[in-house]
Each structure stands twice: as C-alpha cells, then as structure tokens.
T-cell receptor, first 114, second 113 residues
Framework: GDSVTQMEGPVTLSEEAFLTINCTYT??????LFWYVQYPGEGLQLLLK?????DKGSNKGFEATYRKETTSFHLEKGSVQVSDSAVYFC?????????????FGQGTILTVHP | EAQVTQNPRYLITVTGKKLTVTCSQN?????MSWYRQDPGLGLRQIYY???????DKGDVPEGYKVSRKEKRNFPLILESPSPNQTSLYFC????????????FGPGTRLTVT
C-alpha cells in the first residue's frame, strides 16, 4: 500500500537557520503530494502541494519539489523564524479507489529558538 | 468564515461508555472523513463519506461507527470505547471535485480510562 516516511525528529534550530525536512513516499500511479503544518493546539493546515512530477510547491517561504525519480518531496526554508515552530506532516493522496484519503508520514516536530 | 468544527474538544471517559464526537462543516463539502493521530504514527483514516448516506471504512475502522444523514454533519460514534482508542481525533472535509485541499477541524482529545 501507499506510505510516507519522514526524517526522524524532533528538529531544533536557531532563528534564521536553514531548514530541511526529508520526505520519501511509496505509491502506485501518480500521487499528489502535500505538506501540512500543525501549530500547537490547532488542526492541520495545508502548507503547500504539488500534483505532478517536477512541480514545486511554495508558501510562506517554504518550498518542496516533487521528485519522481527519487520518490521524494523534501521541505525546505532558507531562514526559519520562531513562529515556524510546529509539527510538519508530509502526505500523499493517490486517487482512484483511495480517493480523498490522505496518507501521512509520522510528523516532524520543529522547534526554533531565538 | 469557512470552518470545520468539532465537539467536544476534550473528553475523558471510562471503558464501555458510549460517546459521540460531532463534526460539522459550513462549506457545503461533499467529502468528509475522520482521522486519528497517535505519536510516531502520523494520522490514519478511520472512516470517510463521499456524500449523504454514503460512508466507507478507512484504514483503522474497528471500534468506530459513523453516519451521514446531513451534508454538513459527520459524527463519529464509539459504541464501547476502550483504552486503545485514547487518541487525538480530527475531522476533515473537501469538495468532491476540489484541487485536493482538505480542511481540518481543531481536533478532539479523547482519553479512555
């Protein structure tokens, strides 16, 4: 079945540091890929998405590129802020009979210190 | 404001006492689903609904029931809760023909003792 693997966490950075959170996936067909963010005490919010190979999703300074050859969708940000502290989830939806279902990675806790 | 609401936000209960977690959305979305979030496992889908009166099992449906009598509401029912259902629960919705974005509720933290 479909699966998503995220890098082991948690991740602790100083403000203005560069962020990378690795994500790889296994899926049949051509999935759409997502990064969701969960701030403390809140539900998940869509951060960015990519629906086909080589697409780059971007939002709020975060970027991720859909790499079909390496089955990866790594999240990057050039300069993190304290307000970026949250849990980040990589996810995919494969369509077809699993229409609408999001398959999530285990989540990565990011803490940014001033 | 477009939103998904859940109630209650926090619940502590005892084994075997039936409970219902409500979910409501105001966006006229056809598709709704329930997920549970557990440490190290991410979110896993429990049940989903493509539209009114159309529901189906997700990956972890055991011990749960749902119903979809109205388009806006999708309650999650635990007939006989057990401690292994202690978790954080999220409801989500989306348009059937949307560009994939799903909207999540704020979560319900359930503890079963």
């Amino acid at each position: 079945g479909d699966s998503v693997t995220q890098m082991e966490g948690p991740v602790t950075l100083s403000e203005e540091a560069f962020l990378t959170i690795n994500c790889t996936y296994t899926a049949t067909g051509y999935p759409s890929l997502f990064w969701y963010v969960q701030y403390p005490g809140e539900g998940l919010q869509l951060l960015l998405k990519a629906t086909k190979a080589d697409d780059k999703g971007s939002n709020k300074g975060f970027e991720a590129t859909y790499r079909k050859e390496t089955t990866s969708f790594h999240l990057e940000k050039g300069s993190v802020q304290v307000s970026d502290s949250a849990v980040y989830f990589c996810a995919l939806t494969a369509g077809g009979t699993s229409y609408g279902k999001l398959t999530f990675g285990q989540g990565t806790i990011l803490t940014v210190h001033p | 404001e477009a939103q998904v609401t859940q109630n209650p936000r926090y619940l502590i209960t005892v084994t075997g006492k039936k409970l219902t977690v409500t979910c409501s959305q105001n966006m006229n979305h056809e598709y709704m689903s329930w997920y549970r979030q557990d440490p190290g496992l991410g979110l896993r889908q429990i049940y989903y609904s493509m539209n009114v009166e159309v529901t189906d099992k997700g990956d972890v449906p055991e011990g749960y029931k749902v119903s979809r009598k109205e388009k806006r509401n999708f309650p999650l029912i635990l007939e006989s809760p057990s401690p292994n259902q202690t978790s954080l629960y999220f409801c989500a919705s989306k348009r059937a023909q949307s560009s994939y974005e799903q909207y999540f509720g704020p979560g319900t933290r359930l503890t079963v003792t």
